[in-house]
């Protein structure tokens, strides 16, 4: 039993942090937000430089064979610091492609920050159903043709290839297509997403399957999770550092006993669901079986669920008007923690999950 | 990070847990299961199994019976005791006086109480709330004045828990009225419950049940020995015992029973959505809690500090944890149903109110957080 980061995480999750701090500081992500990319070329290089972009990917592809763990202290870093960069969609295609054929051919350019890939997956009307997918790849001569439209794919509008899944003879498989030309739009929590229309799209076939697509999402869970630590951490603590420098009635605002206990449970509802996140990413890497897996993966986003929502809205209410105020990073906070709240499935979807396992 | 006991730990609770599967009577264990009442005499023969496999207070020093396990090992231990449904231990001999004396007691008064307190010769009881002190307690009146070698107490105690098995009771009690500081003029006194003057009587509880009581002193004589560490110095040894909590107040393994029983118990409801998102968020708020406490655990062993606050919060969301499976297992009885277990299930449910109030009331427990760990 242990709960610490061994000595290489630790490393590198605070040279994430010492970077974040210098270069993508709340007023350097307002920009990288307002620009027409919507994500920072350079500190995409940086992560890139830093063995972001390899750190999951196997070892025969260049990359560093690493686990969830190894990624949770640098997706908190990312959570406090709102990283709108495409992360995790890149991630969670790379690792589809690592398991093809094309994986030492596509790989390395991903690894070395110079290709960025997205995920395309779900559908309109699919929820949160990972199974229900409606695209069709039929075989016409030698190329594979794609047919129908993903829906809200993250990361897009930058990606160089996309995974995309579609319905096949034998079920849902994987295919690769270049980017395609769309500029997408801005989600809520200001990162970029896009709607691809596939009209006899020419693909790649990269095999795979549902199981595949489970445990892609099953990882990016765990991750966002771990994300989700990292913006709740910064929301307790801003607000806890809020309540002791505002001042009405002539004393700070954190001497009123009705706000101090609302404090205390943001902070138990924030190490409630630390400890979920380190059950969900260590049971990603213990390798147990997929029952398992999603299981505790399921159980960890009831819990990030149910105490994003928590914190993020006590932590606006409790800045009172300045809460509201789109000036302050705690307004930020609270929109990628709405977002988080139902990324990959909400808790009423991963209720049903967990109970059905 | 490594969220798996270490294999000598595991080795550990397999051995502990084929103990208790040996060693825990099944009368007892089914009383525990069957929310039956508990004798006197039930908890004390499990004292007793357990004092005679040298295992009822681990956390004593070796001299005096302790096992020397590490505090995973201790945590693992109690887990084990509520997992496996056993009788509770009752912490105000074992846990709470034996810590002050071994603390703070003369070598004459561990000599005195230590060996009997271990194998379960004396029932202690705690006199702390008062009923104008609860939250509040350094504004304690119960007084004792010194009268030659002897204190003579006046005074009333309420809420005291097990009074009426009780041989002694721990009391703080005021000995100096005119102390500058309210807190400085409590002492810590160590009263044999046969006195002359001792006068207990029952306080009947929302579920019926004779559990706590009063207890009221009408000029008892108790001698200078019985005074722990020195006099006015009362608040300081209780202060100890805060810190002293426990790391099991979490009641993991109480609690995982009571889910794995309220599950076979509901097997009817498992396709009701709405029970069923009730029981799995209170199940994935044990499964975090487990891993919060043993996170705590962790940071305790590497640091060496005393838990603190952390105690705080293990205690309000256990309670509240405990509370919630109690509602749950009710909801679940067959409203049309007075059998005797369905019956126990209600009241069960009417007693567990106690556990957010008791042991510092989940309020109080929530100014701790805030003043120690927040600095608010």
């Known amino acids: 039993m242990n709960f610490d980061y061994n000595e290489e995480q630790q490393l590198l999750a605070d040279s994430v942090r010492r970077f974040l701090a210098r270069d993508y500081d709340f007023e350097a992500r307002r920009q990288i937000v307002a620009s027409a990319e919507g994500y920072s070329p350079q500190a995409w290089a940086t992560f890139a430089q830093m063995g972001l972009t390899g750190l999951p990917l196997p070892a025969d592809c260049g990359g560093f064979g690493g686990g969830a763990i190894d990624l949770m202290g640098v997706m908190e870093a990312f959570g406090e610091a709102l990283v709108v960069e495409p992360y995790l969609p890149v991630l969670m295609a790379a690792r589809a492609i690592a398991r093809s054929a094309q994986a030492k ?23 949160y159903d990972l199974s229900r997918v409606k695209t069709t790849a039929r075989k016409s001569g030698d190329a594979w043709l794609l047919r129908g439209e993903k829906a809200a794919v993250l990361g897009a509008p930058m990606a160089d290839k996309l995974v995309v899944s579609a319905r096949t003879g034998n079920g849902i498989e994987l295919f690769l297509i270049p980017g395609q030309a769309n500029t997408g739009y801005k989600t809520l929590d200001e990162m970029r997403a896009a709607d691809i229309v596939l009209n006899g799209t020419k693909a790649e076939p990269l095999g795979g399957d549902l199981a595949l697509v489970e445990e892609v999402t099953d990882l990016a869970t765990a991750l966002v999770c771990a994300e989700a630590v990292g913006a709740m951490k910064f929301a307790c603590d801003t607000t806890l550092e809020y309540l002791k420098t505002r001042k009405q009635f002539g004393v ?22 630390r400890s979920m996140a380190c059950l969900a990413c260590s049971k990603i890497d213990s390798n147990e079986g997929p029952g398992d897996r999603a299981r505790a993966v399921s159980a960890a986003k009831i819990k990030i669920a149910d105490s994003a929502r928590h914190i993020s809205q006590e932590s606006v209410q409790l800045h009172g008007g300045m809460g509201m105020s789109e000036e302050l990073k705690v307004s930020h906070t609270f929109r990628r923690l709405t977002v988080i709240a139902g990324q990959f499935g909400d808790a009423d979807y991963h209720l049903a999950r967990f109970a059905a396992l | ?153 006046n005074g009333q105690k309420i809420w005291t828990t097990l009074a009426h098995y009780a041989d002694w009771i721990f009391c703080l009690v005021r000995t100096d009225p005119g102390a500058e500081r309210r807190q400085e003029g409590i002492s810590f006194l160590l009263m044999d419950m046969k006195t002359p003057g001792i006068t207990v009587r029952p306080l009947i509880l929302l579920d019926g049940a004779h559990e706590v009581n009063e207890v009221f002193f009408d000029d008892v004589r108790v001698p200078l020995e019985n005074l722990v560490y020195e006099e006015g110095k009362g608040w300081t040894v209780a202060k100890y015992l805060l810190g002293h909590e426990r790391m099991n107040t979490g009641r993991i393994g109480e609690s995982k029973r009571q889910l794995a029983k309220l599950k076979e118990y509901a097997s009817s409801l498992k396709n009701d959505p709405r029970f069923r998102d009730r029981l799995s968020r209170v199940e994935v708020e044990l499964m975090a809690l487990e891993i919060t406490n043993l996170r705590f655990l962790d940071r305790m062993r590497r640091t060496g500090q005393p838990p603190g606050a952390d105690v705080s919060m293990l205690k309000i969301k256990g309670t509240e944890i405990q509370q919630a499976l109690t509602e749950l297992m009710m909801q679940a009885a067959d409203p049309a149903a007075h059998d005797e277990f369905s019956a126990a299930i209600r009241k069960k449910y009417l007693s567990m109110r106690k556990t957010t109030i008791y042991a510092g009331s989940n309020e109080i427990q929530r100014n701790i957080i805030a003043k120690m760990t927040l600095g608010l």
């Not at chain 1, 051919?105 to 929820?127: C, D, N, Q, W, Y």
């Not at chain 2, 005499?41 to 040298?54: N, P, Q, T, V």
Request: proline share 6%; glycine share 8%.
């Open chain 1, 105 to 127: 051919s596509i790989l390395p350019a991903v690894i070395e920050g110079k290709t960025k890939l997205s995920f395309a997956h779900v559908e309109k009307g699919a929820r």
């Open chain 1, 252 to 273: 700070p605002i954190g001497s009123f006993q009705a706000l101090q206990h609302r404090m205390v449970d943001m902070c138990i509802a924030y190490e409630q669901a």
């Open chain 2, 1 to 153: 990070m490594d969220l798996n006991y270490s294999a000598e730990e595991a080795a550990f609770r397999d051995e502990v847990r084929a103990w208790l599967q040996a060693n825990l009577p099944r009368d007892l264990k089914e009383k525990v299961s069957a929310y039956a009442h508990l004798s006197k005499d039930d908890l004390m023969r499990w004292h007793r199994i357990l004092a005679d496999k040298g295992w009822v207070a681990p956390a004593w020093p070796a001299q005096w019976g302790g096992t020397g396990w590490s505090p995973v090992r201790r945590y693992i231990f109690e887990e084990e005791l509520g997992y496996a449904g056993a009788p509770p231990l009752i912490p105000f001999g074992l846990a709470m006086c034996a810590p002050v004396l071994l603390r703070f007691g003369t070598e004459a008064q561990k000599k005195r109480f230590l060996p009997r307190i271990y194998r379960g010769d004396d029932f202690w009881c705690q006199g702390y709330s008062e009923p104008g002190s609860g939250s509040d307690l350094a504004s304690l009146k119960t007084k004792a004045v010194r009268e030659g070698d002897h204190y003579v107490v």
